[in-house]
């Protein structure tokens, strides 16, 4: 394990020799605000990771496509970053993933069709970013979803009827974008 948390003096950007350390199960550097720079790809290396935890930090670039390969990571929390881009396709292959916390970064794009594949995610935060199109309506394949916050982006449409379907779903907010219709009667 690896925790730094608020180590407000640590400088710089990742290490690419972070990918090395493949037995390291968590990765947490959240409030190293001087940390700068993009991910590693290396990261993708990290197969025995279960946490990774960069928010509140200064690590900008695109979300790497090779996170796809880290099959056991259960919590990425990116939250507060400069992280930009839009949400690759591939991060939905990481089916071990409960905890998905994009919020208040600068991505764009769509929330990918595919994300009913993270069937065991139960926080799903994006808010704050710039997102456009819809909420994906095949969200039936994640039942243990609890939390979804999508609020403050430009997403449209309607909100789909498979939200009633979801009987652990607590919390839902979608405030603050551009969505029109009605409250689904499923819900």
Same mark, same amino acid.
């Given at each position: 394990?690896?925790?730094? !948390?608020?180590?407000?003096? &640590? ?17 947490? +550097?959240?409030?190293?605000? #001087?940390?700068?720079? /993009?991910?590693?790809?290396? &990261? ?6 279960? *946490? ?18 880290? #099959? !056991?990571?259960?919590? &990425?929390?990116? #939250?507060?970053?400069?992280? #930009? ?13 409960? @905890?998905?916390?994009? !919020?208040?970064?600068? +991505? ?6 595919? *994300? @009913?594949?993270? /069937?065991?995610?139960?926080? &799903? ?12 309506? $095949?969200?039936?394949?994640? !039942? ?5 916050? $999508? ?18 779903? @607590?919390?839902?907010? $979608?405030?603050?974008? @551009? ?7 499923? $819900?």
């Amino acid at each position: 394990m690896l925790a730094l !948390s608020g180590a407000s003096r &640590l400088k710089g950007s990742l290490p690419t020799e972070l990918g090395k350390l493949e037995n390291l199960s968590v990765l947490k +550097l959240d409030k190293c605000l #001087s940390l700068t720079g /993009s991910i590693p790809t290396e &990261l993708g290396n990290l197969r025995s990771l279960k *946490i990774l935890n960069l928010s509140s930090t200064g690590i900008n670039g695109n979300l790497p496509s090779e996170f796809a390969q880290l #099959s !056991s990571l259960t919590t &990425l929390d990116l #939250s507060l970053s400069s992280i #930009s881009g839009t949400i690759p396709p591939t991060i939905t292959e990481m089916k071990s993933l409960k @905890q998905l916390v994009l !919020s208040r970064c600068r +991505l764009s794009g769509r929330i990918p069709e595919n *994300i @009913q594949n993270l /069937s065991q995610l139960e926080n &799903l935060e994006l808010y704050g970013n710039g997102l456009t199109g819809s909420i994906p309506g $095949v969200l039936r394949g994640m !039942s243990t979803l609890k939390r979804m916050d $999508v609020y403050s982006n430009k997403l449209t449409g309607t909100l789909p009827d498979e939200l009633g379907l979801l009987n652990n779903l @607590q919390i839902i907010h $979608v405030k603050d974008n @551009q969505l029109t219709g009605t409250l689904p009667s499923s $819900v």
